[in-house]
Every structure is written in C-alpha cells, then in structure tokens.
C-alpha cells in the first residue's frame, strides 16, 4: 500500500457534506445508502461520522459512519471514492476513528463486510479485526453473504 497520493484531512461530517457523500456512495456500491440514512446518523449524538477531505481541493474523498451501542461501536459504512481506492485513505479513517473512539469504555468494534471484498477483508485483518461468523443472505442487491468482525478495544494492561 503506498501512501495517499495528496495528503487528506480528517473532520466531523456534517449535513453540508451530504451531496459529496451521496455522489461517493453511488459510484462505489452497487446497493448505496439513501440520504435518509446518511442523514439520520449524521444526526445521531451516538454516531461518529468522519471524512477524508484532499487538503488541496478540500474535496471529501471518503468517510466512516460508526454508531455507539451499549458494548461496541459498529461500523456501519466505511468508503472511498472509487478513483482514489488503493491509496491509504479507509486505514487512516479508521486509525482516527479508533483514536477518537477508544477511551470511551466501549468494549470493540463490529462491522460487516461482504465475502467477496477481499481488499477490505485484508485491511480490517490488519487492523485487529477476526472473523466471527457470517450473516446468510445479508446483502439485498445479491443475497451475498457478510462475514462479522470483531476488533477489541487495545488492553490497557499491556501497555508498558
């Protein structure tokens, strides 16, 4: 992996970011989330919704949507434009969202990722998360399956 090619910026997303998240989240998924749902968590007091804005243009090249329950955070979508894919981007908006995340007292993190993402399914693995089972059918546009990962919360009694 080779460092992002125009260095981003990591900030709160707000409701004046929701056109660019809409237009990201199209060219990247084939069954995207409607602004109805952007804006909800957006919204949400328990949500941290992040973007990754090129410092140059001060365009958003991507973003991570968590919620906060009573145990974990889920992470709900993480994505990046398609043309800037490969390039850094999800690994440092998460990194950010576990810095931002970790103090909290929740116990870890969750997500879900289709079986055939295996770029993702390598980026999470290097970033703490295993496997815990899989969710038949969860995808709505193909029925694929969704592998759940699980990433602990850093023990603190290990630290030196």
Same mark, same amino acid.
Request: hydrophobic share 40%.
């Given at each position: 992996?080779?460092?992002?090619?125009? /260095?981003v910026e990591? !900030?709160?997303?707000? +409701?004046a970011?929701?056109? #660019?998240? #809409?237009?990201i #989240?199209?060219?990247?998924? /084939? @069954?995207?989330? +409607?602004? @109805?749902?952007f @804006?909800? #968590? !957006?919204?949400k /007091? $328990?949500s941290?919704c =992040?973007?990754?804005f090129?410092v140059h243009s001060?365009? !958003?090249?991507g973003?991570v &949507?968590a +919620?906060?329950?009573?145990?974990?955070?889920? &992470?709900?979508?993480?994505?990046?434009? /398609?043309?800037?894919?490969?390039?850094?981007?999800?690994?440092?908006?998460?990194e950010?969202l576990?810095? =931002?995340?970790?103090s909290d007292g %929740?116990?870890?993190y $969750? =997500?879900?990722?289709?079986? +055939?993402?295996?770029?993702? &399914? %390598? !980026?999470?693995?290097?970033l703490?998360?295993?496997?815990?089972?899989i969710?038949?059918?969860y995808y @709505?546009d193909?029925r694929e399956d969704a592998?759940?990962?699980?990433?602990?919360e850093p023990?603190d009694s290990?630290?030196p």
């Amino acid at each position: 992996m080779s460092a992002p090619p125009v /260095p981003v910026e990591i !900030l709160r997303l707000g +409701s004046a970011h929701l056109d #660019e998240i #809409e237009s990201i #989240e199209r060219r990247a998924y /084939p @069954t995207p989330w +409607s602004r @109805t749902m952007f @804006t909800g #968590e !957006l919204a949400k /007091p $328990t949500s941290r919704c =992040l973007g990754a804005f090129d410092v140059h243009s001060g365009r !958003l090249a991507g973003y991570v &949507i968590a +919620s906060r329950y009573v145990d974990a955070w889920h &992470i709900m979508n993480v994505c990046v434009d /398609p043309d800037r894919q490969g390039h850094g981007i999800a690994r440092v908006l998460l990194e950010r969202l576990f810095a =931002l995340a970790d103090s909290d007292g %929740r116990q870890g993190y $969750t =997500l879900e990722v289709r079986v +055939s993402n295996d770029r993702a &399914i %390598r !980026l999470y693995e290097q970033l703490g998360f295993v496997n815990r089972g899989i969710r038949r059918a969860y995808y @709505t546009d193909n029925r694929e399956d969704a592998i759940v990962m699980w990433r602990d919360e850093p023990d603190d009694s290990d630290a030196p």
